[in-house]
């Protein structure tokens, strides 16, 4: 690990419980106007809906847009699905801004602390620049920059948004690490030349339902990111 100088973060699940905000979130807004539905579910739904919205500018189909943009239209199928659609256009801009409102892993704050004395640290997300500034202000994350899809014009897993980012530390893809909790990232990353840390989130889904091993081959797998500080003799 000696050559890698900067480690690049995985954001939603990685680093933030998205599951568990949004469906307090959802609850809050949408159960005061008499709401009341499986949140937890419409957390899910939601998400899902997540990977197709980005696949239709991977493949070129349509313009790059920010993932505001999208979770937005997300959030208008979801509601349909659910029958909802008497919610009014304010409280549908709120809920959107839920995603800038998630609250990250116990771990993580002082992990990047630690982290941060020896790399630089950035997250490497498909969410945009406003949106990983509102979720660094709301959980005290220090980033030396903000990069990823934004920046890349492109969405993860596609190379550019892996290797864009290791060039704006002025880094070859080998002297950067990727860290997420997601055996997909990593794999699209190792073939992106980075090196690679799995940090296990077990609950991200619901209890049971996340990725509690690496499924792919990674450099480092670890329990959280105080393991990885130690791992990375992080003082």
Same mark, same amino acid.
């Given at each position: 690990?000696?050559?890698?100088?900067?480690?690049?973060?995985?954001?939603?699940?990685? @680093?933030?419980?998205?599951?568990?905000?949004?469906?307090?979130?959802?609850?809050?807004?949408?159960?005061?106007?008499?709401?009341?539905?499986?949140? %937890?579910?419409?957390?899910?739904?939601?998400?899902?809906?997540?990977?197709?919205?980005? %696949?239709?500018?991977?493949?070129?189909?349509?313009?790059?847009?920010?993932?505001?943009?999208? &979770?937005?239209?997300?959030?208008?199928?979801? @509601?349909?699905?659910?029958?909802?659609? &008497?919610?009014?256009?304010?409280?549908?801009?709120?809920?959107?801004?839920?995603? &800038?409102?998630?609250?990250?892993?116990?771990?993580?704050?002082?992990?990047?602390?630690?982290?941060?004395?020896?790399?630089?640290?950035?997250?490497?997300?498909?969410?945009?620049?406003?949106?990983?500034?509102?979720?660094?202000?709301?959980?005290?994350?220090?980033?030396?920059?903000?990069?990823?899809? %934004?920046?890349?014009?492109?969405?993860?897993?596609?190379?550019?948004?892996?290797?864009?980012?290791?060039?704006?530390?002025?880094?070859?893809?080998?002297?950067?690490?990727?860290?997420?909790?997601?055996?997909?990232?990593?794999?699209?990353?190792?073939?992106?030349?980075?090196?690679?840390?799995?940090?296990?989130?077990?609950?991200?889904?619901?209890?049971?339902?996340?990725?509690?091993?690496?499924?792919?081959?990674?450099?480092?797998?670890? %329990?959280?990111? @105080?393991?990885?500080?130690?791992?990375?003799?992080?003082?």
């Amino acid at each position: 690990m000696a050559e890698v100088r900067a480690l690049l973060f995985d954001v939603f699940g990685t @680093l933030v419980d998205w599951r568990t905000a949004i469906a307090r979130e959802a609850r809050a807004l949408l159960g005061a106007r008499g709401v009341a539905v499986d949140w %937890e579910a419409f957390a899910d739904a939601w998400r899902d809906q997540y990977q197709p919205a980005m %696949e239709e500018i991977r493949s070129g189909r349509v313009p790059f847009s920010r993932l505001d943009a999208l &979770h937005r239209r997300n959030l208008d199928i979801v @509601l349909d699905r659910f029958e909802l659609n &008497h919610i009014d256009e304010p409280t549908r801009t709120d809920l959107n801004f839920a995603w &800038h409102r998630l609250d990250a892993w116990p771990d993580v704050a002082l992990g990047l602390e630690r982290l941060r004395v020896r790399f630089r640290v950035a997250p490497c997300s498909n969410g945009n620049i406003s949106l990983m500034v509102d979720l660094a202000r709301h959980n005290g994350f220090l980033w030396d920059a903000i990069l990823g899809a %934004e920046v890349a014009r492109d969405y993860k897993p596609r190379p550019i948004v892996y290797l864009s980012s290791a060039a704006a530390f002025d880094c070859a893809p080998e002297q950067t690490m990727m860290v997420a909790a997601h055996s997909s990232d990593l794999a699209a990353a190792a073939q992106a030349g980075l090196r690679t840390a799995f940090v296990a989130r077990p609950d991200e889904r619901g209890p049971g339902r996340g990725e509690r091993r690496a499924a792919v081959p990674v450099d480092l797998q670890v %329990e959280n990111l @105080l393991e990885l500080a130690d791992r990375l003799d992080c003082p």
